[in-house]
């Protein structure tokens, strides 16, 4: 719930600011950054899965959490670069000319989904540790930043200040979940063994 209360923040803080027009160009671009981050998207729901299977041991949880984020961020990096190479041409085609103001802020949006991208399978293995309010104050925080940034930078910069705020708050959440499962460690509770995560001092 709280993550999708970061849906809200174009149309409740970017339409007051700058109007409904703006809040059409962030959909635009936010919509884009979504459709071409199909993998992360495929790989999140595969991993919960996976994480289940391998939770108690140790060694694998490791390895697939790291070369999961390294194919992660080639994936989606690959595909969000190429689009960025042909958006100036490819978006009034798709959209129309007047969507190309969209254009300005995609940028940030596409990095804001590499970030999230790489990731991802930290926020899957947090799920399946049963962290979930860990996720939530990491979330709720990611909110607060992006939140506070749009209307700080919103009058200034645009819709551009959407964008930076957006990357800014997954800045925000990879530091928080970098430093949450930084360093796994393993602990008995009853016959189970779960891989639990710790932070790293």
């Not at 990096?77 to 254009?103: C, H, K, M, Y």
């Not at 590499?114 to 990611?142: D, G, K, Q, W």
């Amino acid at each position: 719930m709280i993550e999708r209360g970061r849906e809200l923040v174009n149309p409740l803080i970017v339409g007051p600011v700058l109007g409904p027009a703006a809040v059409g160009y962030v959909a635009v671009a936010l919509r884009l950054g979504e459709t071409l981050s199909f993998v992360t998207r495929a790989t999140w729901r595969v991993s919960i899965v996976a994480f289940g299977r391998v939770q108690s041991d140790l060694g694998r949880v490791r390895r697939a959490l790291e070369e999961g984020m390294v194919l992660q961020v080639l994936a989606g990096g690959a595909v969000l670069t190429a689009f960025s190479v042909v958006a100036d041409d490819v978006v009034p085609v798709i959209f129309g000319e007047r969507w190309t103001p969209a254009l300005d802020v995609f940028p940030y949006v596409a990095a804001a989904y590499l970030m999230m991208a790489a990731f991802t399978l930290h926020s899957s293995l947090l799920y399946v540790l049963r962290r979930n309010r860990r996720v939530a104050v990491i979330n709720a925080v990611r909110l607060l930043v992006q939140t506070s940034l749009s209307v700080a930078l919103l009058p200034v910069a645009g819709i551009a200040g959407y964008g930076i705020a957006l990357l800014a708050s997954q800045a925000t959440a990879v530091l928080l979940d970098q430093g949450e499962a930084a360093h796994p460690r393993t602990h008995q509770s009853g016959d189970a063994i779960f891989c639990q995560l710790s932070v790293e001092r």
